[in-house]
């Protein structure tokens, strides 16, 4: 060997993580590396689950998921996006226990995603005010949130720590803290809605309270009983907003603080630019259906300036995750176009310990047994998902994806 050669351990790196292996999620054993993502289901009454968002999950968890993510589990009424989303309390448990009984009985973990909607919550629905760190107004003009108080930050900041407790007594494995999209924690990081003067306001450092203090919230009351994930924003997708070089800082803190046992990355807003997540289509003429006038013809004529479409390709959040892979150590969860076994399996090669899917599953749910099915019969593995977007409507309806399940759910009351 010369000088010049580099030695084999140098050279040397760890095979990748197999994607169908059993793995660790800090306290938690999962059977494989897949996690359903957190899609809102619609299939919610009174703020209670129901047999359908029960079999919504048990389905995955049949077809093979690793780990499936309740979405939304709100930790306060007003944190809802709308009044029919479960919030956390007491009266939530019987049902909750029913769906994480269900989830276990097909060998597969569940997640609670917790969280507060901040702006994007629906004030008339709720018929509570939606809250903000700035007082916004939409640009709709049908929502208005109020500047939140610093002792709606501390009740709310309480409130996820509650929230988790209820968790644990649901029987969940894990939590997933909602610091994305613009919803409460994430609207503080937003330099274009954080607008405040005292010291959750201008610096980032100041802005990143809020996210910090409830992950440090809910980390102090549960401990290592459960598995604590969060969603974080890499960038909100619209000018003025949380971008990637803050995003990036961001995660080192909780990182440092060591309140999380992996993040999941994530991007976009659902208060001002909602497609630049989701990327595919824009099914505007689907969302119009869903709604009464006049609402439905606003949708119509001016739904194309918000819902605006991106083009799809698979891993469209890789480029961007790679930064945070590069930057830090801990697990990291990647989400977006993730939809293939081929594209699940090149996240691993690049450093990724989990990866999220939503449409491919919500279109396919025994895609995961597909995968390995294939993989034991030297088959490629193609999801039946076209990206077409049309999943996203549905949920006012109560239905699933309109191309693989027609007959609807019952209709929400």
């Known amino acids: 060997m010369t000088a ?5 351990e140098e050279t040397a790196k760890d095979p990748a993580p197999d994607l169908l292996a059993p793995a660790r999620l800090g306290p938690l054993t999962l059977r494989n590396r897949i996690i359903k993502a957190a899609t809102f289901e619609g299939v919610t009454h009174n703020a209670l689950v129901s047999d359908e968002l029960i079999e919504y999950h048990r389905r995955p968890a049949a077809g093979g998921i690793g780990m499936t993510t309740v979405a939304y589990c709100a930790v306060a009424p007003e944190g809802r996006t709308e009044r029919h989303q479960i ?3 007491p009266e939530a448990v019987p049902g909750l226990r029913r769906l994480t009984d269900a989830v276990h009985a097909e060998g597969a973990a569940v997640c609670a995603q917790i969280g507060h909607a901040g702006p ?15 007082r916004y107004v939409s640009r709709a003009g049908l929502r208005v949130a109020r500047a939140a108080t610093p002792d ?3 009740r709310i900041t309480r409130a996820h720590a509650r929230a988790a407790r209820t968790a644990v007594e649901s029987g969940f494995d894990a939590v997933e803290i909602h610091l994305g999209h613009n919803y409460f924690a ?3 990081l937003s330099p274009r809605l954080n607008k405040r003067k ?8 100041n ?32 000018p003025g907003g949380f971008w990637l070089d803050e995003s990036l800082r961001t995660a080192a803190w909780l990182e440092e603080d060591g309140s999380l046992d992996a993040l999941e990355l994530t991007a976009g807003s659902s208060l001002l630019n909602p497609m630049y997540l989701f990327r595919g289509g824009a099914p505007v003429r689907d969302f119009a259906a869903n709604f009464p006038q006049p609402l439905r013809l606003g949708i119509r004529l001016v739904g194309n300036r918000f819902l605006r479409a991106y083009p799809y390709q698979e891993a469209y959040l890789l480029d961007s995750a790679r930064q945070f892979r590069a930057a830090l150590t ?4 990647l989400l977006g176009g993730i939809a293939d076994r081929e594209t699940a399996e090149r996240a691993m090669a690049e450093g990724f310990e989990f990866v999220a899917m939503g449409r491919a599953v919500l279109r396919e749910p025994g895609l995961v047994d597909r995968f390995a099915a294939d993989r034991a019969a030297g088959r490629e593995t193609r999801s039946l998902c076209i990206h077409c977007n049309r999943c996203m409507p549905t949920i006012y309806s109560g239905t699933r994806c309109v191309l693989v399940d027609p007959e609807p759910l019952r209709t929400r009351r």
């Open 186 to 188: 994430s609207s503080f």
């Open 330 to 333: 801990m697990p990291l969860i």
């Open 87 to 89: 919030h956390m309390r």
């Open 152 to 154: 709606d930050i501390a």
């Open 198 to 205: 005292d010291g959750y306001g201008g610096s980032l450092a």
């Open 207 to 238: 802005r990143a309270k809020v996210a910090r203090g409830v992950a440090r919230a809910v980390r102090d009351e549960v401990g290592d009983e459960i598995a604590i994930t969060a969603k974080l924003s890499m960038d909100d997708g619209v």
């Open 120 to 134: 994007v919550a629906d004030p008339v629905s709720n018929r509570l005010p939606a809250l903000a760190p700035s």
């Open 4 to 8: 010049s050669e580099p030695h084999p």
